[in-house]
């Protein structure tokens, strides 16, 4: 109290969170911004291959294929999912009904196993709903970090990267941002790209590395970044073409 009258406290100003520190890089901001600049227009609306119709469906397919193509899971899913597209639905099919559907997947008995348990523990712990935390997601059967923020991404909107043998690959060859695990590349990209670009950062860089950087033989000279790559091992010394140009002359655009 200051004469008589009471004093209103002021209330403390939240602290500012610092800004992740950018780590050391050989490209410049300039040349990454440039970078994803060019991919955006590229593909403007990338997406995953993966086909789903909710969040449930899309863990199911990203858990699936691990160790396997998109192209392969799709086959398989498209009928599994007409008849088990929720937890409850994919418990009343039973494991071996479920090894039925997608027994053309690489290690299918062990996948239908996790599939039916992660469906089990949403029902048990997440009220049937797929959980909207990294560390939630990690608790279910079968899912692990890559799975969780492709799951973050596709279905809750937010920014994460995703690394697959893809991303991995283009980090190091690009010596964008060189590690020796996912863990390590993954917290290198989401620190060096630019925020603008990040939400769809991981399907760019997959898609590049799918279609353009491939793995046995990159192919520089459909590039459209090959004039700013600093990979050691290019292909050609052919400048990018002009990006503004229609995107379907630089491969397929998922």
């Not at 523990?121 to 939630?136: A, N």
Request: hydrophobic share 40%.
């Amino acid at each position: 109290m200051e004469n008589g009258k009471i004093k209103k406290s002021r209330a403390a100003a939240p602290a500012r969170r610092k800004a992740p520190a950018r780590p050391k890089s050989i490209y410049s901001q300039d040349e990454l911004c440039e970078i994803f600049r060019r991919f955006s227009i590229q593909r403007p609306e990338p997406k995953g291959e993966l086909e789903h119709v909710n969040p449930f469906t899309l863990v199911v397919a990203v858990a699936l294929s691990a160790q396997a193509t998109d192209t392969g899971v799709n086959k398989a899913t498209r009928a599994l999912f007409q008849v088990a597209d929720t937890p409850q639905k994919m418990l009343a099919l039973g494991e071996e009904k479920l090894r039925d559907y997608i027994k053309t997947i690489g290690l299918y008995r062990n996948k239908a196993k996790n599939v039916i348990a992660l469906s089990q523990m949403l029902i048990d712990r997440f009220g049937g709903e797929v959980p909207r935390t990294r560390e939630e997601l990690v608790m279910l059967p079968g899912v692990g970090r890559k799975t969780a923020n492709v799951v973050l991404s596709m279905a809750f909107g937010q920014s994460t990267m995703a690394v697959d043998t893809h991303i991995f690959r283009i980090a190091n060859r690009l010596r964008l941002a060189p590690g020796k695990t996912p863990d390590e590349v993954e917290d290198k990209l989401i620190r060096l790209i630019p925020d603008e670009y990040l939400y769809h950062a991981h399907h760019w860089l997959i898609l590049h590395g799918r279609y353009c950087c491939k793995a046995r033989k990159p192919e520089c000279e459909r590039c459209v970044i090959a004039d700013l790559c600093k990979a050691p091992e290019k292909t050609c010394d052919v400048p990018a073409p002009l990006v503004e140009l229609p995107p379907q002359l630089f491969g397929p655009t998922p």
